[in-house]
């Protein structure tokens, strides 16, 4: 924990009120209270609206739920919509905080980006913080939608454990041998198959606090984050001390054929709680809107405040994929002779891209035979 990358102690951070934010208070007295997390950044707004509404949705109103949305210079606009849209609710609070002051504070700007993933999933980490007069919070990805009241999940009994997570099995099934080494060496997990995907993530708060201050947390940041950022941070500080939930509850979407065989599979894929939109290809996508699971984001994407927009970009995609048609069928083509000439992990990569872009394409015939574009 030496050299230029140290943080200073705890203390003298804590010290600088001028650059702290005040801990949250929390929104209900209920001890109950269903506290959910999210960190967004206005990039992120189009995936974040439908999730928020999935979850108005099936609040339970026998129970009070206090929504936080984490943000950083969000445009204002977007702060009022959200909040009109918890409004009729009165069993639900919902607020956007700016956390600039921790963002400029600990330097995130330095740390590692890129793969999809901005600023904002670093916000996570000054969770416990931020949060010192909550025992526990539910961290949500907002490419996520709700489909059950979230209650249950929230009140997972978690003992000593730092969290409740669910395996990411897309990564340890296509686990590279350096991917594997990074796990085992830099992550310090003896056994790769317990790497969880931190997209649904049920912090225990106290247990955090007691054993990771945020100057660790954020230490840990700049040393384990560079393949999967925080995820590989949380991973790594919180390996054997976590409590495995159900796959049911951080679907991801595209990995049918995964999730049959494992166990829980089936309940994960015919009954889903919570389903995560995983990869590049998302549901307001061409590419996305061909999958069942997409169905689900649709459903409430239509009645949320964003229902326009979406439609919109959703269009937008579709004219881009009709006039990239004829380099699609090239680059499957490709695929499809690769996929013949490879072995292992290579053929599988290469089988399962071919078959994405076989969808893909039928996609766009069944655009074009409608004229719909």
């Given at each position: 924990m030496n050299g230029e990358n140290a943080l200073p102690a705890p203390g003298k951070e804590r010290?600088?009120?001028?650059?702290?934010?005040?801990?949250?208070e929390p929104a209900f007295a209920e001890a109950d209270?269903?506290?959910?997390?999210?960190?967004?950044?206005?990039?992120?707004?189009?995936?974040?609206?439908p999730c928020l509404q999935s979850i108005l949705d099936n609040a339970s109103p026998e129970h009070r739920y206090d929504i936080v949305v984490l943000t950083q210079n969000f445009l204002p606009q977007y702060t009022k919509m959200l909040t009109d849209m918890a409004a009729p609710f009165s069993h639900v609070s919902l607020r956007v905080l700016d956390v600039s002051p921790l963002v400029n504070q600990w330097k995130v700007e330095d740390l590692?980006?890129?793969?999809?993933?901005?600023?904002?999933?670093?916000?996570?980490?000054?969770?416990?913080?931020l949060f010192l007069k909550y025992a526990r919070v539910l961290y949500l990805d907002g490419d996520t939608v709700v489909l059950e009241d979230l209650y249950g999940l929230f009140h997972t009994r978690l003992g000593e454990a730092y969290a409740g997570v669910v395996v990411d099995a897309n990564i340890i099934r296509d686990m590279s041998a350096s991917f594997r080494s990074y796990v085992h060496k830099t992550l310090e997990m003896e056994d790769e198959s317990r790497y969880f995907?931190?997209?649904?993530?049920?912090?225990?708060?106290?247990?955090?606090?007691?054993?990771?201050p945020l100057a660790v947390l954020m230490e840990q940041a700049r040393l384990k984050s560079a393949k999967h950022r925080d995820q590989d941070v949380l991973n790594s500080l919180f390996y054997g001390r976590v409590v495995f939930l159900p796959l049911r509850y951080n679907m991801m979407w595209l990995d049918k054929e995964l999730y049959?065989?494992?166990p829980g599979g089936r309940e994960a894929l015919e009954h889903p709680a919570v389903i995560h939109y995983t990869g590049g290809g998302k549901p307001w996508t061409l590419y996305g809107s061909g999958h069942t699971a997409a169905d689900f984001f649709w459903k409430y994407?239509?009645?949320?405040?964003?229902?326009?927009?979406?439609?919109?970009?959703h269009d937008e995609d579709c004219r881009g994929a009709v006039a990239g048609y004829s380099s699609l069928r090239r680059k499957y083509l490709r695929c499809r002779i690769l996929a013949a000439v490879t072995f292992g992990r290579t053929r599988r990569h290469y089988q399962?891209?071919?078959?994405?872009?076989?969808?893909?394409?039928?996609?766009?015939?069944?655009?074009?035979?409608k004229d719909e574009v």
């Open positions: 010290a600088k009120q001028e650059n702290s934010l005040v801990p949250l209270t269903v506290t959910v997390v999210f960190g967004a950044d206005n990039g992120f707004i189009v995936p974040l609206t590692e980006t890129g793969h999809r993933l901005s600023l904002a999933t670093y916000y996570r980490l000054f969770i416990p913080e995907n931190a997209g649904v993530t049920l912090l225990n708060l106290s247990a955090i606090r007691r054993d990771f049959l065989p494992m994407a239509e009645r949320c405040p964003l229902a326009a927009e979406i439609h919109r970009l399962e891209k071919a078959g994405a872009m076989r969808e893909l394409i039928a996609v766009i015939r069944n655009l074009l035979d």
